[in-house]
């Protein structure tokens, strides 16, 4: 079933997962989240995951109640603009259990995966805001980091425990005081051409170009420095953070095949569809 870009109709999902299910992009879905959806947040420590994997997040890094716990905005199961998860500057999200092999598998040999991102970028900037990761403090310890880099740009770190062996960032960066719809692909084993980033509705081009070299140089074959965080590099409190101010509103992973532009487009038109208070551009 193919849903058009306009306005919100009888049908028409109003959920990440019900997206991604109506788009039959859910082959290879490994994480789902959507702030929006009383089945993946309605109370609790935990945002869970409705891609049917079981991958939940923790506020914080365990079940206790922590000073750098997000905070969940909004009424459980509204679907509106109002219902995300908000950071003080020092909170994260941490899986709840040791890294899955799909968490790993995404800074090695012949990764293949994509992410998106429904994120509300606060006026303020700060280096190096990392969104999610598995690097920990260090980004050249084996794992990934995407981030906003210094310049307030989306850029995608490798590491393989001792240097960077993919470091790219994008040329626009998202503006403030705004929602945005982040993406980003990695196909590994194409090399040239390999890789894009995405933002609202466009590529966001690296150096001129579309695509990038999504080729890893020397990649390491074990696994994660750290455990995946979101709105964080992985590892915690020992790692960066994003943020005060930074809101998560939706996150997906395909980790085993990667999305196209296409598939990127019709993802964000559908989401600007059923949740038009965004204001996504």
Same mark, same amino acid.
């Given at each position: +079933?193919? %849903?058009?870009?306009?306005?919100?109709?009888?049908? +028409?999902?109003?959920?990440?997962?019900?997206?991604?299910?109506?788009?039959?992009?859910?082959?290879?879905?490994?994480?789902?989240? !959507?702030?929006?959806?009383?089945?993946?947040?309605?109370?609790?420590?935990?945002?869970?995951?409705?891609?049917?994997?079981?991958? /939940?997040?923790?506020?914080?890094?365990? &079940?206790?109640?922590? =000073?750098?716990?997000?905070?969940?905005?909004?009424?459980?199961?509204?679907? $509106?603009?109002?219902?995300? @998860?908000?950071?003080?500057?020092?909170?994260?999200?941490?899986?709840?259990?040791?890294?899955?092999?799909? @968490? $790993?598998?995404?800074?090695?040999?012949?990764?293949?995966?994509?992410?998106?991102?429904?994120?509300?970028?606060?006026?303020?900037?700060?280096?190096?805001?990392?969104?999610?990761?598995?690097?920990?403090?260090?980004?050249?310890?084996?794992?990934?980091?995407?981030?906003?880099? *210094?310049?307030?740009?989306?850029?995608?770190?490798?590491?393989?425990?001792?240097?960077?062996?993919?470091?790219?960032?994008? #040329?626009? #960066?998202? *503006?403030?005081?705004?929602?945005?719809?982040?993406? +980003?692909?990695? /196909?590994?084993?194409?090399?040239?051409?390999?890789? %894009?980033?995405?933002?609202?509705?466009?590529?966001?081009?690296?150096?001129?170009?579309?695509?990038?070299?999504?080729?890893?140089?020397?990649?390491?074959?074990?696994?994660? &420095?750290?455990? +995946?965080?979101?709105?964080?590099?992985?590892?915690? #409190?020992?790692?960066?953070?994003?943020?005060?101010? =930074?809101?998560? #509103? @939706?996150?997906? %992973?395909?980790?085993?095949?990667?999305?196209?532009?296409?598939? %990127? !487009?019709?993802?964000?038109?559908?989401?600007?569809?059923?949740?038009?208070?965004?204001?996504?551009?």
């Amino acid at each position: +079933m193919v %849903f058009p870009i306009g306005p919100v109709r009888a049908g +028409m999902p109003d959920t990440l997962i019900g997206i991604l299910k109506g788009r039959k992009l859910t082959g290879n879905l490994r994480l789902c989240l !959507d702030a929006g959806d009383a089945d993946s947040y309605s109370s609790g420590r935990k945002w869970l995951d409705t891609s049917g994997n079981g991958h /939940d997040f923790f506020f914080g890094s365990n &079940a206790d109640s922590q =000073t750098v716990d997000p905070a969940f905005n909004g009424v459980a199961g509204g679907k $509106s603009a109002s219902e995300y @998860m908000s950071t003080d500057g020092t909170d994260y999200f941490q899986y709840d259990s040791a890294n899955e092999d799909w @968490m $790993s598998n995404i800074h090695k040999n012949n990764a293949r995966f994509s992410v998106g991102i429904a994120y509300y970028n606060p006026a303020s900037k700060l280096l190096n805001d990392s969104l999610f990761g598995t690097s920990g403090p260090a980004w050249v310890n084996r794992g990934i980091t995407y981030e906003l880099n *210094g310049s307030g740009k989306p850029r995608v770190l490798v590491g393989n425990g001792s240097a960077s062996i993919l470091n790219i960032s994008a #040329a626009t #960066a998202p *503006g403030t005081s705004a929602w945005h719809f982040l993406g +980003m692909s990695i /196909d590994e084993p194409a090399g040239a051409g390999g890789g %894009f980033h995405y933002l609202d509705g466009n590529y966001n081009q690296v150096s001129g170009s579309d695509t990038f070299n999504a080729a890893y140089s020397i990649p390491s074959t074990g696994n994660a &420095a750290a455990r +995946m965080d979101l709105l964080g590099n992985g590892g915690g #409190a020992s790692g960066r953070v994003a943020r005060s101010g =930074t809101r998560l #509103a @939706m996150v997906f %992973f395909i980790e085993g095949a990667v999305l196209s532009k296409a598939d %990127f !487009d019709n993802i964000y038109a559908d989401i600007k569809a059923a949740r038009s208070g965004f204001n996504l551009p």
